[in-house]
Each structure stands twice: as structure tokens, then as C-alpha cells.
């Protein structure tokens, strides 16, 4: 069966962390690009990183710079998103995103990170809640 599972989410204070992660299984998650996005209630969902397949250009959106910190193991089949210093505005559903071809994370913005090959071929997990609060 190929999907995405992501895990990590809870409810953590301001100022916590928490480090999602989202696991492939049934495909090969070093030939995808990878993105983390979440929702929040009553929101559109938004991006907050990406990952590329081949040289691993990363990139994060402003709100997150310099807390969170996207990384991979192919050997595990795993991405992970490390946050730092979370925020009650952090406050969302969490979901990965596996793209063979590209996926950008803002719209207006260059963060497109980049798969194997032009394609519209792309999963998504089922999401985790984090929830920040005091």
C-alpha cells in the first residue's frame, strides 16, 4: 500500500518543540520532493518547508525560518520537521506531501523544491495535530 504517515503531534507549550515525522511506505521517498503544510481551523492550509529529491535545496516559509528545520533519511524512508520555540499561531494540523515532480510551498515565492521528473504524481498523508498552549 503506498502512503504517507505522519506522527509526532501533541499539545506542547510555547516555547516547546516537537519534531514530526512522515513515513513512506510502498515507494521510495528519496525520488520525491517533500513538504510539510498545515491547516489551521478556519484557515487555508499553508506550506512551511519543502525538500528536494536530488541536491536538497530546502526552503521555509518566514513564519517558521530560523525554528523549524526539515531534514531526511532515505535509509529510514523518513522526514522529519524539527520545531523550536513553537508559537500558539503554530497551532494546526501537520501534513506531509510527497511530489515526484515539483511542489512550492508559496505561491509568488521561488520555494519549489524538485523531484525526480515532471509529474503530477504526488501523496499526502493523513496530517497530526499539534496544538500550542499555555
Known amino acids: 500500500q503506498l502512503q504517507l504517515v505522519e506522527s509526532g503531534g501533541g499539545l506542547v507549550q510555547p516555547g516547546g518543540s516537537l519534531r514530526l515525522s512522515c513515513v513512506a511506505s510502498g515507494f521510495t521517498l528519496d525520488d520525491y520532493a517533500i513538504g510539510w503544510f498545515r491547516q489551521a481551523p478556519g484557515k487555508e492550509r499553508e506550506g512551511v518547508s519543502c525538500?528536494?529529491?536530488?541536491?536538497?535545496?530546502?526552503y521555509y516559509v518566514d513564519s517558521v525560518k530560523g525554528r523549524f528545520t526539515l531534514s531526511r533519511d532515505n535509509a529510514e524512508n523518513t522526514v522529519y520537521l524539527q520545531m523550536n520555540s513553537l508559537k500558539p499561531e503554530d497551532t494546526a494540523v501537520y501534513y506531509c506531501?510527497?511530489?515526484?515532480?515539483?511542489?512550492?510551498?508559496?505561491?509568488?515565492?521561488?520555494?519549489?523544491?524538485?523531484?525526480?521528473?515532471?509529474?503530477?504524481?504526488?501523496?499526502w498523508g493523513q496530517g497530526t495535530q499539534v496544538t500550542v498552549s499555555s
Open positions: 525538500i528536494s529529491s536530488v541536491d536538497e535545496d530546502t
Open positions: 506531501a510527497a511530489y515526484f515532480g515539483s511542489l512550492r510551498i508559496s505561491e509568488g515565492s521561488g520555494y519549489v523544491c524538485y523531484g525526480t521528473a515532471p509529474s503530477e504524481l504526488n501523496y
